[in-house]
Nanobody
Framework: QVQLVESGGGLAQAGGSLRLSCAAS????????MGWYRQAPGKQRELVAS???????NYADSVKGRFTISRDNAKNTMYLQMNSLKPEDTAVYYC?????????WGQGTQVIVSS
C-alpha cells in the first residue's frame, strides 16, 4: 500500500517562506493528479493546490500567487513552495491524490505562521 510522508513544516514569521515535501513509497505522481491539502484547527480539510499528470496547476484563491506546487516523478516527491506566508496559513498540510484522496492520509506536516 502506498505511504505518503509529508515534511518541511515548521515555524515561520509572516512574510517568510517554507518548502514542503511529499514523498510517496510508490511511483504514483506520474499516473495521478496530486494535491496539497491543509486543515486548520477547528476547520475542515481544504484543497490548497493541485497538479495534473500533464503539469497543469491550480490554486485556491487564498494562496494564488504565493504558493507553487511541483513534483519530481523520478524522485517520487512532490513539493509546495510557500512564500509570503500569512498567519492564516497556519495548518497541518497533507498530500494526496486529486480530486479524490485515494490513499490513506499521512501524518501531515505542521505549519505555524506568527504575525
Amino acid at each position: 500500500q502506498v505511504q505518503l510522508v509529508e515534511s518541511g513544516g515548521g515555524l515561520a514569521q509572516a512574510g517568510g517562506s517554507l518548502r514542503l515535501s511529499c514523498a510517496a513509497s510508490g511511483s504514483i505522481f506520474s499516473i495521478n493528479a496530486m494535491g496539497w491539502y491543509r486543515q486548520a484547527p477547528g476547520k475542515q480539510r481544504e484543497l490548497v493546490a493541485s497538479i495534473t499528470t500533464g503539469g497543469k496547476t491550480n490554486y485556491a484563491d487564498s494562496v494564488k500567487g504565493r504558493f507553487t506546487i511541483s513534483r519530481d516523478n523520478a524522485k517520487n516527491t512532490m513539493y509546495l513552495q510557500m512564500n509570503s506566508l500569512k498567519p492564516e496559513d497556519t495548518a497541518v498540510y497533507y498530500c494526496n491524490t486529486y480530486v479524490v484522496a485515494q490513499y490513506g492520509w499521512g501524518q501531515g506536516t505542521q505549519v505555524i505562521v506568527s504575525s
